[in-house]
């Protein structure tokens, strides 16, 4: 199996306006909760503030942040290729890719942005479960060594 490292977050090519206080919120629940949502009406920012806040806190990620645009996706049974694929893993068996997944993020110390995941809430929420329990280190933020 073959994987990139070190995050692939687009770079912003504009200026986030405003929303220090909803960043640093962002950021005081991210060193609290392995998972943390960002909820909102369409259009309100939330892409855009889980992204930022994800550059912030990537550096703090031994294997960086990492962004599943799963908008596109609107079968639930797709996501996790969806996560995969966004990860960069190329796995040549017929496993899963949730159990692909669960091998690829047990060692790992990364941070997972799932944005654009509305209509895909009931997976989202078993998916990251199972991810969540499989990779301890992954969403601490700092990771556990450095607290
Ligand atoms: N604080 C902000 N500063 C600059 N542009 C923003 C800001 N919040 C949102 N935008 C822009 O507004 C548009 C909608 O934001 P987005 O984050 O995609 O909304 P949502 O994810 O809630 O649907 C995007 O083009 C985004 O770049
Ligand atoms: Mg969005």
């Keep these: 199996m073959t994987h990139h490292r070190g995050g692939n977050l ?14 640093a919120e ?14 909102g009406c369409g259009g309100v920012g939330k892409s855009r503030l889980a992204l930022r806040a994800a550059e912030l806190a990537g550096p703090g990620f031994a294997d960086g942040a990492w962004l599943v645009d799963c908008s596109p996706v609107q079968d639930a049974a797709l996501l996790g290729h969806a ?3 966004a990860l960069g893993l ?4 017929a496993r899963e890719p949730a159990e692909v997944l669960v091998e690829h993020l047990a060692g790992r110390e990364l941070l997972l942005v799932l944005d654009g995941c509305e209509q895909l809430a009931d997976a989202c929420a078993a998916l ?3 991810l969540l329990a499989a990779a301890p280190a992954c969403g601490w933020w700092p990771p556990a060594g450095s607290r």
Excluded: H, K, Q
Excluded at 10 to 23: D, F, M, S
Excluded at 26 to 39: D, H, I, K, S, Y
């Design 26 to 39: 962002a950021g005081r629940l991210l060193r609290g909760c392995r998972l943390v949502t960002v909820v």
């Design 10 to 23: 687009p770079c912003a090519t504009t200026e986030l306006v405003g929303r220090g206080g909803e960043l």
């Design 128 to 130: 990251t479960g199972r």
């Design 90 to 93: 190329v796995d040549g068996t």
């Design 83 to 85: 996560v995969a694929e």
